[in-house]
């Protein structure tokens, strides 16, 4: 049995809290909302994020930061991608030399365009980062439906033993040593998502969906491997599968807020109503500007971006799309 902290309560951080207790771990939850702990120790659920969900008596629920880190064998960085920097600067004093911290977020900082696990190993540089995602709707995990994902690390032993914690018979763990390309795809696929879902929110069907999908996993890749991961990661989970899972699914903040702004929403007012971060208007920006650093183009998310920031009609964009010079398919 391991001790094991999660810093973040929201409905991943949750729901992989409560895969970690069943698989005979023993848990500390941190939110630095008062209120939320409350909630937890009183009803044992997420009851707005991840609601039907109960947990087991045996978490420990705390606005503690020393609490939730200090002394455990294993972290588990689960808050949304604005918040993990100043995330990290709170926690770093407690982590221990060497210690490992799964990140579990999905997004690129506005600003730095750092990944993730970037940030965290600027702010906790005696940690150890391991980069855990895939086509992971916290809702299914949450009630225990099979689902498959990737431990990622430049260590393979590191990879590894995240992959022995968290897996079980209902939660297949794989392992990479692309960490990076894992969380461009993690992150990229959230802007692909917002396209999907405004296609959904002016009315178009699948044939929309399925182009978007197919040629959205090909601007990912192409700006994954200008920057250094592999190509074949994202041909697996953590790029067509997270991305086939995002566009689809009505658990997809990103896709939600997207049918919201294709219906006529500004992006605020549809992040308002979908009442989560959505990663995908963060990740936004900073994709271009990492194309445009590499030379790459990316025409979907391009027209994301001015959607987003620029006060463009949805179905201008999609003209804009659809009317682009003839070119091949695998160009």
Not at 248 to 253: C, I, L, N, T, V
Request: with cysteine; aromatic share 4%.
């Amino acid at each position: 049995m391991r001790n094991i902290g999660i810093i973040g309560a929201g409905s991943w951080g949750t729901a992989l809290a409560k895969l970690l207790s069943v698989n005979g771990h023993g848990v500390t939850v941190y939110s630095a909302i008062a209120s939320e702990i409350e909630m937890l120790k009183k009803n044992h659920e997420q009851t707005e994020k991840l609601p039907g969900v109960k947990l087991p008596e045996s978490m420990i629920f705390t606005t503690d930061m020393e609490e939730a880190v200090q002394d455990k064998d294993l972290l588990v960085l689960a808050v949304p991608s604005p918040f993990s920097r100043s995330t990290a600067k709170s926690m770093s004093e407690y982590v221990s030399d060497g210690r490992i911290i799964v990140s579990v977020a999905k997004g690129l900082e506005d600003e730095s365009f750092d990944t993730i696990s970037g940030i965290i190993k600027e702010e906790i540089p005696q940690s150890r980062v391991v980069v855990l995602c895939g086509p992971t709707h916290a809702e299914e995990v949450g009630r225990g439906m099979p689902t498959a994902i990737v431990a990622g690390s430049a260590d393979e032993n590191d990879a590894k033993f995240v992959q022995d914690v968290f897996m079980n018979d209902v939660f297949r763990v794989y392992t990479s040593d692309d960490p990076y390309g894992m969380e461009l795809g993690g992150a990229l696929k959230n802007v692909i998502a917002l396209a999907a879902g405004i296609a959904d929110g002016l009315g178009y069907g699948d044939n929309t969906k399925a182009a978007l999908i197919t040629r959205g996993i090909h601007e990912i890749a192409r700006l994954g491997v200008a920057c250094g991961g592999k190509r074949e990661t994202f041909e697996g989970l953590t790029g067509i599968g997270d991305l086939i899972v995002t566009c689809a699914s009505m658990h997809s903040r990103n896709r939600r807020a997207g049918i919201l702004i294709g219906q006529g929403r500004t992006a605020d007012e549809a992040m308002a109503e979908v009442k989560q971060v959505v990663e995908g208007v963060y990740s936004a920006k900073a994709a271009m500007h990492l194309a445009a650093k590499h030379g790459v183009e990316m025409p979907i998310i391009g027209q994301v971006n001015q959607v987003l920031f620029e006060g463009k009609k949805p179905a201008d964009a999609l003209v804009e799309l659809m009317t682009r010079d003839k070119k091949a398919e695998t160009i």
